[in-house]
C-alpha cells in the first residue's frame, strides 16, 4: 500500500528503520523505514489529521472550577455548589465561555469512566464504584461551598485560612478541597482516560478500527481514523490547550530533577513514535510506545506524592497552617491518581483501590484530621515509603523535585 499522501511536517525527522517482521494478526506486518516528526505534526492530503478538541475542553473546565474557588476564598464570596456542580456536569450554562457551554463536552461523564477499568472491570473498577468516585468530587464542592461562608477554618471546623496574603479554604480535618479536586480529578478523569481508555488496545483495536486504520478509511467527514484519534485524543488529555496544564505541567516539574530528567523527552518520543506506528500500520511499536507511556506517567503522581507528603511534614514544623495542609490536600490528590495508573506489566493499576484507600485514610485518621499535627509525621513517611519502593526510588530523590 502506498502512503505518498501522508506528509509528516517537521524541520527535521527522525527516521525509524525496523527490520519487517510479521505476528498471529496479518494486520500487524511492520513497516520499515518510516519517519517520526520531531513535533506532534500529521497531515493526510496537507491538512491536519489531529484533533483533540474535546480533550483541551475538559483541561479548561477544570481550570475554571478550580479558580473559581479560589477566586471565592481570595475575595470573600461565596463558592456556590450549584455553580461549580453545573460546571461538573456542563449544564446550565455555567461557564465563562459560550465555547466550553456549547461543547457537549462535560468532566463528570469522563470521571472514573475508561474502557478498561470501569466498562471490562479489568483495573478492578466497577460502576458502584464510578457512582462513588463522582459523589466524592460532588462533596468536595459542596465542602468549598461551606468552607466560603466566613467561618474561620479551625480543627473540626470548615472555613477559610490564611496562606501568606491570600486565603485557602479547608475541610473540618483540613483538606483542601480546590485541591483535591484538582490533582484527584486529574486522575480519575485525564489519567483513567489516557491509560485505561484512549491508550487501551481494547478501544484502539475495537470492532473493525484496526482494519480500517490498515486501509485508511477516514471517519466520514474527517482527516483521521479512528484509531489515528483515539491515539490523540490521550495526547490532548495531557498536551491539550497550551500544552502547560495539568498533566504536561507536573511532568515538567519531575523532569526538573536529575533523577528523573528524561521524562519529557520520553513520554514525548513515545507519542509521537506510537501516532508514525499507527499511520504506518505497525502495531508492534504502537504497542511498545503503549507500555511506555504508562510505565513513564504513572511516575509523575508518584514522585509528586511523595514530594508534597515531604513537603507538608516539615511545613507542619514550620508553618502549622495553610501551607502544610496545603501541600498535603495536593498529596492526597496524587495519591487519589495512583489508582487510576496502569502497570502494563498486569494491565491493573500500581497500587489497587483499598491500597489507595488505606494511604488516604491513614493521612486524615484520628480525631481531627492535619490538625493532629504532633501524630500525622511517621504517617506521612510511611506513605512515603511505600509509593517510593512501589516505583524504585527513593523518598530522597523525590523530595529534591521542586
Keep these: 500500500m502506498k502512503y505518498s499522501n501522508l506528509i509528516f511536517t517537521a524541520l527535521s525527522i527522525v527516521t525509524l528503520s525496523l527490520s519487517s517482521c510479521t505476528s498471529d494478526d496479518s494486520n500487524d ?31 479548561s473546565m477544570l481550570e475554571e472550577m478550580g479558580n473559581y474557588i479560589k477566586t471565592a476564598a481570595t475575595n470573600g464570596t461565596l463558592a456556590d455548589k450549584t455553580v461549580l456542580s453545573n460546571m461538573y456536569s ?61 467561618t474561620i477554618a479551625a480543627a473540626g471546623v470548615t472555613g477559610s485560612y490564611l496562606d501568606g496574603t491570600s486565603k485557602r479554604l479547608f475541610a473540618p480535618n483540613g483538606l483542601e478541597p480546590q485541591q483535591v479536586l484538582l490533582k484527584g480529578m486529574m486522575g480519575a478523569s ?36 479512528t484509531m489515528e484519534h483515539t ?41 509521537r513514535k506510537g501516532r508514525a506506528a499507527i499511520v504506518a500500520n505497525d502495531y508492534v511499536t504502537r504497542d511498545a510506545q503503549i507500555d511506555i507511556i504508562k510505565a513513564k506517567l504513572a511516575m509523575v503522581p508518584a514522585v509528586r506524592a511523595v514530594f508534597y507528603l515531604q513537603e507538608g511534614k516539615g511545613k507542619l514544623v ?29 494491565n491493573s493499576p500500581y497500587f489497587t483501590k483499598s491500597e489507595v484507600d488505606a494511604m488516604l485514610a491513614s493521612m486524615v485518621s484520628g480525631t481531627n484530621g492535619f490538625w493532629d499535627i504532633d501524630t500525622i509525621g511517621a504517617k506521612l513517611d510511611t506513605i512515603s515509603a511505600q509509593i517510593a519502593t512501589k516505583f524504585g526510588f527513593t523518598v530522597a530523590q523525590a523530595a529534591t523535585v521542586n
Excluded at 469512566?113 to 472491570?121: G, H, P, W
Excluded at 485525564?190 to 484496526?210: A, E, H, P, R
Excluded at 490498515?214 to 481514523?225: D, H, I, L, P, Q
Design 318 to 346: 514550620t508553618d502549622k497552617g495553610a501551607k502544610a495542609f496545603h501541600a498535603l490536600s495536593e498529596a492526597y490528590g496524587f495519591i487519589m491518581s495512583l489508582r487510576y495508573t496502569n502497570n502494563p506489566a498486569t
Design 190 to 225: 485525564f489519567m483513567d482516560q489516557i491509560v485505561n481508555n484512549y491508550l487501551s488496545k481494547n478501544k484502539l483495536d475495537d470492532g473493525t478500527n484496526k482494519t480500517n486504520n490498515t486501509n485508511k478509511v477516514v471517519e466520514t467527514g474527517k482527516t483521521y481514523t
Design 231 to 271: 491515539w490523540d485524543e490521550a495526547y490532548g488529555y495531557i498536551y491539550g490547550v497550551d500544552g502547560t496544564k495539568f498533566w504536561a505541567s507536573y511532568i515538567g516539574q519531575v523532569n526538573a530533577d536529575v533523577d528523573f530528567n528524561t521524562l519529557t523527552a520520553d513520554i514525548d518520543l513515545a507519542f
Design 90 to 150: 456542563n449544564t446550565n450554562n455555567a461557564f465563562s465561555t459560550d465555547a466550553l457551554n456549547s461543547s457537549g463536552k462535560q468532566l463528570k461523564d469522563k470521571t472514573a469512566a475508561s474502557r478498561d477499568y470501569f466498562e471490562l472491570y479489568l483495573g478492578g473498577g466497577s460502576i458502584t464504584e464510578k457512582t462513588t468516585v463522582q459523589a466524592f468530587f460532588e462533596t468536595q464542592l459542596t465542602l468549598a461551598q461551606d468552607a466560603s461562608k466566613g
Design 29 to 59: 506486518a511492520t513497516i520499515a523505514n518510516y519517519t517520526v516528526p520531531t513535533t506532534y505534526t500529521f497531515e493526510r492530503n496537507s491538512v491536519t489529521t489531529v484533533d483533540f478538541s474535546g480533550q483541551s475542553s475538559r483541561l
